[in-house]
């Protein structure tokens, strides 16, 4: 591969550096010069996001601004003049699903030979990703990261017009760029970032290579918008970080995520939730605001990762298990109802046996209402990456396969304590298989499939829960 002139191309050690000034917080209006406005007039473009909310709710910015070009949504990859992958970089798998759906595409340009191909998000603010793919993939017509999403009707005029295969991927601690068009996926729930970027390091993960440093938007640019969606009808919303506990700190804001939570929710919305919560800064005054206000909703997702202190210190998790299990009791004190859900790595390089019972151990004393549970996955560049790891992959599988038994044993017992209970509904949509069947979520985020008299997409009902099964429950609504 040869660099070629205009290239940005990611460098992994640019990317570590934090220093003590705070990022720029950017309010522009976004308009387009007259040269962009049809940019994609009679065109489709076809958008494939994976991975976490954050690249979701990046996904409905990019869709924003295709849409604002003049592009029209297609879900099918044979329509499309503009196929753009939106990517994900936390495991390998997800990678090669990626690296194997580029080679999968290239197909279509026998049928369409004018097909533009992009990728972005957070594999491509990995240097050995961009190298692979600028020497296997060379279909690809551009790649851009997690800073510059905002340049992409620039970025794109240079492909299209100017016939230009383009590569701009920022490494650096970023800014806040506010005033973003978006295209809402849903429309009654919505995702709100909060903060961009990580600061904590795991030893393991990528994430502060991709997406930068800590740094939060304005409090009143976030209530902004919050209320905006009220007005247009939400009645739920998640706030979203990388690590939400930290939100504030680089303004010097006093009170941080507790204080944005509690005027979040003296706006009125009917529900609050918020993803992810770090163990190590989770602090009380957070745990009184969830439990003073009911539509803060009782649901946690707090990753503990392992459930051995000795390998909690070489992740760089800066909490011991001692400690994790304090904060759970804690919160469980004052917030009975709540549900927790969590992440779990197992084979962690040199994890042994014991440890791994210790993991076990952890389950047992939680009973989580679910687990994300994941063999280690070595992240390029990461510390954890060149560790010597002697624990065979056959036995992390057995590893894995006897937590997940645990896990759903749980999972379907804190279930079992909602027969015949009646809960509170958000509906998210019908069933194809039956139109009398709708389905959302309660206020604990269990999914409910209930046999429905009146409700609507968006209504709050409530429902009697009748069967309850391992990842979900059976009702039926009921009437006040």
């Known amino acids: 591969m040869k660099k070629q002139p205009g290239w940005a191309l990611p460098d992994l050690k640019a990317a570590q550096v934090r220093t003590n000034r705070q990022s720029p917080i950017r309010h522009e209006v976004f308009t387009l010069p007259e040269q962009l406005r049809r940019l994609g007039a009679g065109k489709k473009y076809y958008l494939r996001t994976y991975g976490c909310q954050a690249n979701e709710r990046d996904g409905e910015t990019l869709a924003g601004m295709l849409e604002l070009l003049g592009f029209a949504p297609t879900q099918e990859t044979a329509d499309a003049d503009l196929i753009l992958l939106n990517t994900c970089a936390v495991r390998k798998n997800a990678e090669d699903k990626v690296l194997g759906e580029l080679g999968s595409l290239k197909r279509l340009r026998k049928t369409n030979p004018d097909v533009l191909f992009a990728l972005c998000g957070c594999m491509a603010q990995e240097e050995a990703i961009v190298t692979t793919i600028l020497e296997k993939f060379s279909h690809i017509n551009l790649i851009f990261g997690t800073h510059n999403i905002h340049h992409l009707p620039d970025l794109l005029y240079r492909v299209m017009v100017d016939h230009k295969q383009v590569v701009e991927v920022y490494s650096q601690e970023g800014e806040v760029v506010e005033e973003l068009p978006v295209k809402r996926f849903a429309s009654h729930k919505a995702w709100v970032n909060i903060m961009y970027g990580c600061d904590k390091f795991c030893t393991y993960c990528i994430v502060p290579y991709t997406r930068g440093k800590e740094r939060s938007r304005a409090m009143e640019d ?37 204080k944005l939570l509690e005027e979040s929710a003296k706006t009125g919305i009917p529900r609050i939730r918020f993803t992810t919560s770090h163990p190590w800064d989770f602090s009380d005054a957070m745990i009184d605001v969830i439990a003073r206000y009911d539509n803060i909703m009782p649901f946690i997702h707090l990753p503990v990762q392992s459930g051995d202190s000795d390998i909690l210190k070489i992740m760089g998790r800066r909490y011991t298990i001692e400690q994790y299990r304090e904060l759970y009791d804690k919160i469980r004190a004052r917030i009975p109802d709540c549900a927790f859900s969590t992440d779990i790595i197992v084979g962690f390089p040199n994890e042994s046996e014991g440890q791994f019972e210790k993991t076990m151990a952890i389950v047992d004393y939680c009973q989580f209402d679910n687990a994300y549970t994941f063999i280690y996955s070595p992240r390029e560049g990461t510390p954890a990456a060149m560790m010597t790891d002697n624990v065979p992959f056959e036995v992390k599988q057995q590893r894995l396969a006897r937590l997940n038994e645990v896990v759903n044993r749980y999972a379907r017992l804190r279930n079992e304590a909602y027969q015949d209970r009646i809960v509170k509904v958000l509906v998210d949509g019908v069933s194809k298989k039956n139109p009398h069947v709708y389905s959302g979520y309660t206020e604990t985020n269990k999914l409910v499939n209930f046999t429905n008299i009146n409700a609507q997409i968006g209504d709050i009902v409530k429902v009697r829960i009748t069967e309850c099964k391992t990842w979900s429950l059976d009702g039926e609504q009921v009437m006040d």
């Open 222 to 258: 976030i209530l902004a918008e919050i209320r905006s969606l009220i007005q247009a009808g939400y009645k739920e919303v998640t706030l979203l970080g990388q690590n939400v506990n930290s939100y504030g700190k680089d303004l010097h804001l006093e009170g941080g995520f507790a």
